[in-house]
Structure formats: structure tokens, C-alpha cells
């Protein structure tokens, strides 16, 4: 499968003074793509609440190479490039079309409601290795 594609457009509220999508409204967007990714491969929040779990960021690397503007279509790519036990790791990037605009790098950990680290379950294991992607695919725009 490979990673998972979601569209968004910009829109006004999401502008800084300059008329760029903000630098913090990227990480709503690479949030948002990882929530949904969970739900294309059938582990949406609720399922995952559900069952005790929830994947909390405990690290992430931003870095910005372009600026997106007022109407723009965005894609946002997410894959995962290592599922441990208790951490999974994300690499996203924002698209203008083929246009690398920002890349992000996250790792999520595994844990209760409670906040208790856990393993990743093998079954949300299982449903997650479609969406794996080579620890390059970030290529020379990876975060540093």
C-alpha cells in the first residue's frame, strides 16, 4: 500500500501575517493525516480508546522547505518507517502537487489510558505494516 494520501486546502484562519499557512498549522495537518491513515486501515481513535490505547507523540522533527498560500491543494503523506514495541515511527510531507513544502518525522509511543507505555498489539501491528515506507523516503528533504 505504502503511505496514505489525505487532501487538504488552505484555508484564510490557517494564514500567519505574511499570507503562509502558519508553522504550526503544519502539525495539525500532519496530525490530522496520521488520524486518518489509523482509519484507513481500520484503527480509528474510538477503536483504539476502546481497547485501552492511544498513541501519544513523544519526539518530532519538523522542517520547512517551501511555504503554502491562501487556496492551495495540499496532500499530506504519511508511512511509517519502524513499528517497535512500544514506539512507532512516522515520516510525513506536505505536497503542492510534487512539490515538497514540509517534512515531518514522529515518534509515537503505545499507552493506556492511563498513560502506562504498552506494546504496540500485534494486531494493530498487523494493520499498520501496510503503510510502512523505507526509513529514506524522506530522501534529502528528511528533517535533520
Excluded at 32 to 59: F, N
Excluded at 108 to 121: E, N, Q
Amino acid at each position: 500500500m505504502g503511505p496514505h494520501r489525505v487532501d487538504v486546502q488552505v484555508r484564510f484562519g490557517e494564514l500567519d501575517l505574511y499570507a503562509h499557512v502558519n508553522h504550526t498549522v503544519y502539525l495539525q495537518y500532519f496530525e490530522h493525516a496520521r488520524v486518518v491513515a489509523l482509519d484507513a486501515v481500520g484503527q480509528s481513535l474510538p477503536q483504539l480508546l476502546e481497547a485501552d490505547l492511544t498513541m501519544v507523540v513523544a519526539q518530532l522533527s519538523t522542517r520547512f522547505v517551501a511555504s503554502a498560500r491562501l487556496g492551495d491543494e495540499l496532500t499530506i503523506e504519511s508511512g511509517l518507517s519502524e513499528i517497535g514495541r512500544a514506539s512507532a515511527t512516522w515520516l510525513q510531507r506536505v505536497l503542492r502537487g510534487e512539490e515538497v513544502l514540509v517534512t515531518q518525522v514522529v515518534r509515537a509511543g503505545c499507552t493506556s489510558g492511563a498513560g502506562v507505555a504498552r506494546r504496540y498489539p500485534p494486531d494493530l501491528v498487523a494493520a499498520l505494516e501496510p503503510l510502512v515506507v523505507p526509513t529514506d523516503w524522506l530522501g534529502r528533504f528528511a528533517p535533520r
